[in-house]
C-alpha cells in the first residue's frame, strides 16, 4: 500500500508569491494534518481537517489556509510568502480525528525555499 | 512557550551502547507521548508510544520510561547501532482534537 504521498518535494518561490502543496493519505484514513518543520526544530502544528472540515488550527498566520476534498486529498496554502516560511512542510494523515488515538503516518514533506 | 523540551541537542554513542534522550512537559492533560525517529530526506516515523497508565514500555531494543510525578519521560535505545544514527523527537498530546506537540529534536549519531 501506498504511504502519504506529498507534492512537489521540492520548490523554490521568492517573496509575495503564492505556494500550494499537496497530500494524498493512506488510503482509508480520514484525517489530514500539516505541520512545518524549519531546519533543526521540530514539526509544528498547522491544521487538522477529519471529514472535509478542519479540526484544529495552529498558531499560524491567516496567510496559511487549507482543504480537505472528497476523496480526503488535502492543499496546504500559502500567501504573500516570506523568508521565514522556508521550511519542511509535512502532511500526516490517521484513521482517527485525534492524535491521541494512535499513530500519526508522515510523509516525506514538501521543502519549500523562499528567496 | 515550547510545551515539551527536549535534551539533549546531540548525541554521540558508539556502536554497542546505550542512547538516551530525556523530554520534560508542563500540561498535565498530555496523557500520549509517542517517540518519532526521522532520518535524513524523509519524514518522521512512530517508533514507540506511552500512556501514563504505565511506567515502561519496551519494544526490541527500545524503552520508554515514564515519571508521571515528575512530568519527564525518556527513550531509551539499547545497543545502539549505526543504522539508528537519526533525529529523535519526542511528542505529547491530550485527548480530543489537540494535534502532537513535538520536542526540538536529538540528533543521535552512533559510531562504529
Known amino acids: 500500500d501506498a504511504g502519504v504521498t506529498q507534492s512537489p518535494t521540492h520548490l523554490i518561490k521568492t517573496r509575495g508569491q503564492h505556494v500550494t502543496l499537496r497530500c494524498s493519505p493512506i488510503?482509508?484514513?480520514?484525517?489530514v494534518s500539516w505541520y512545518q518543520q524549519v531546519l533543526g526544530q521540530g514539526p509544528q502544528f498547522i491544521f487538522q481537517?477529519?471529514?472535509?472540515?478542519?479540526?484544529g488550527r495552529g498558531n499560524f498566520p491567516d496567510r496559511f489556509s487549507a482543504r480537505q476534498f472528497p476523496n480526503y486529498s488535502s492543499e496546504l496554502n500559502v500567501n504573500a510568502l516570506l523568508l521565514g516560511d522556508s521550511a519542511l512542510y509535512l502532511c500526516?494523515?490517521?484513521?482517527?480525528?485525534?492524535?491521541?488515538?494512535?499513530?500519526?503516518?508522515f510523509g516525506e514533506g514538501s521543502r519549500l525555499t523562499v528567496l | 512557550q515550547q510545551q515539551v523540551k527536549q535534551s539533549p541537542q546531540s548525541l554521540i554513542v558508539q556502536k554497542g551502547g546505550i542512547s538516551i534522550i530525556n523530554c520534560a512537559y508542563e500540561?498535565?492533560?498530555?496523557?500520549?507521548f509517542p517517540w518519532y525517529q526521522q532520518f535524513p530526506g524523509k519524514g518522521p516515523a512512530l517508533l514507540i508510544a506511552?500512556?501514563?497508565?504505565?511506567s515502561e514500555k519496551k519494544e526490541g531494543r527500545f524503552t520508554i520510561s515514564f515519571n508521571k510525578s515528575a512530568k519527564q519521560f525518556s527513550l531509551h535505545i539499547m545497543d545502539s547501532q549505526p543504522g539508528d544514527s537519526a533525529t529523535y523527537f519526542c511528542?505529547?498530546?491530550?485527548?480530543?482534537?489537540?494535534?502532537?506537540?513535538f520536542g526540538k529534536g536529538t540528533r543521535l549519531s552512533v559510531i562504529a
Open positions: 506511552i500512556r501514563p497508565d504505565v
Open positions: 481537517y477529519y471529514e472535509k472540515e478542519e479540526r
Open positions: 511528542a505529547a498530546s491530550s485527548r480530543g482534537n489537540t494535534p502532537l506537540v
Open positions: 500526516a494523515s490517521s484513521l482517527w480525528h485525534s492524535a491521541n488515538t494512535g499513530e500519526l503516518f
Open positions: 500540561n498535565t492533560a498530555f496523557d500520549y
Open positions: 488510503s482509508g484514513h480520514k484525517s
